[in-house]
């Protein structure tokens, strides 16, 4: 599943139609999309893994959950799930929900939570942590609404990153070591974002690897989401 840099990656490539008439929507979605037909695409945003196109008349946000795609100015040989058309170009969507907002993006999200955002707010995520003091981090770390943008690879490096084990409950974490795991998840998801910018590939500390950075043993688990997590019992101490 993509992650909130690879979204922030795709969201500057889709600069380019910013302030570009629609010619034609649609797709086999549940979305009707006729409302956007002859707006302009006046900005486009994101919000952790979501994909927001903004029209004067309402905002199209976009997931591309496990398996989705976008092209643009490009066609696969199956049906377009959702789809933009303008002149000369068009921006395509393969096994995606779009999804029209109910309000205004800016009612609808809080960027404060986004870890690639300009208002991350490392003081209100604490916040919102102390509300999860039963979870275990590992868990926390994939609710959206605390940790935007944060996906299994990010869970797992950053973990690793701070010495944390992804099955410490949250409120026995020492604060030291939850300062230390935002400012790594806020850190890996840039580094990321920057590697793939420049079309390079992302290093693993521990994230599908036998062995760690540091030469401990990788261990990995099923968790009940049937998610994996890997981690090092040598380097990452677990609070419960």
């Not at 037909?37 to 008349?57: R, V, Y």
């Not at 944060?150 to 409120?171: C, D, K, T």
Request: glycine residues 8%; hydrophobic residues 40%; aromatic residues 10%.
């Amino acid at each position: 599943m993509p992650e909130g840099p690879s979204i922030l990656h795709i969201r500057n490539q889709l600069l380019p139609f910013k302030n570009r008439v629609v010619k034609k929507a649609g797709g086999y979605g549940p979305m009707p999309a006729e409302w956007i037909n002859g707006k302009k695409l006046l900005d486009i945003q994101t919000w952790g893994k979501h994909l927001l196109l903004l029209f004067a008349n309402g905002t199209v946000r976009v997931h591309l959950g496990l398996f989705g795609d976008i092209l643009i100015n490009e066609r696969k040989k199956v049906n377009r799930s959702f789809f933009l058309e303008f002149t000369n170009s068009e921006i395509n969507g393969y096994v995606v929900h779009a999804e029209k907002l109910k309000a205004p993006a800016s009612e609808v999200y809080d960027w404060r939570t986004d870890i690639l955002s300009k208002d991350f707010d490392r003081a209100y995520v604490k916040k919102l942590l102390k509300t999860q003091n039963g979870k275990t981090i590992g868990d926390v770390l994939m609710n959206q609404q605390i940790f935007t943008g944060v996906g299994n690879i990010i869970r797992n490096e950053v973990l690793y990153l701070a010495g944390i084990h992804p099955q410490s409950i949250v409120g026995k974490i020492p604060a030291v070591k939850i300062t230390a795991l935002i400012k790594e998840t806020v850190k890996y998801a840039k580094q990321w974002y920057k590697v793939i910018e420049k079309n390079k590939h992302l290093h693993f500390s521990v994230y599908r690897r036998q062995y760690a950075d540091d030469g401990s043993e990788v261990t990995m688990k099923i968790l009940n989401s049937k998610r994996k997590i890997f981690f090092s019992e040598y380097r990452q101490r677990l609070y419960e």
